[in-house]
């Protein structure tokens, strides 16, 4: 599995009504912490894929979701399972440390 891109129109059905937990990024194009990050996360989500999905927002094209959700930093990840929030992390961070954080959370 690959990170899927998500915006405000499939938000709900690609995260919220998601079958499995769901780690929702909400990141930008000009954020240096967020490209840096972008390896991980592809590696994560082949790793977790049987247990949680990783999704991407890109807050300047799909600007509604992060403002519903008070996203005011990025990189910003909210784990979602069964519509609501049960994570959140704020910055950029290690694979291992995201992994754990993941784990502690599903």
């Known amino acids: 599995m690959s990170v899927e891109k998500i915006t405000d129109e499939n938000f709900e059905k690609e995260v919220l009504k998601s079958s499995k937990p769901v780690v929702a990024i909400f990141s930008a194009k000009w954020c240096g912490p967020c490209q840096a990050m972008s390896g991980a996360y592809e590696e994560i989500s082949k790793e977790l ?3 949680v999905l990783i999704k991407k927002m890109d807050i300047d094209s799909d600007p509604n ?5 008070g996203i005011r930093g990025v990189p910003s990840m909210l784990l979602f399972s ?7 992390k704020i910055g950029a961070t290690s694979k291992t440390n995201l992994l754990d954080w993941i784990k502690e959370n599903i």
Do not use: A, D, M, Q
């Not at 979701?65 to 959700?69: G, I, L, N």
């Not at 069964?82 to 959140?88: A, D, K, L, R």
């Open 82 to 88: 069964n519509s609501e929030i049960v994570g959140t």
């Open 65 to 69: 979701t992060p403002v519903k959700y």
């Open 49 to 51: 894929s049987e247990k």
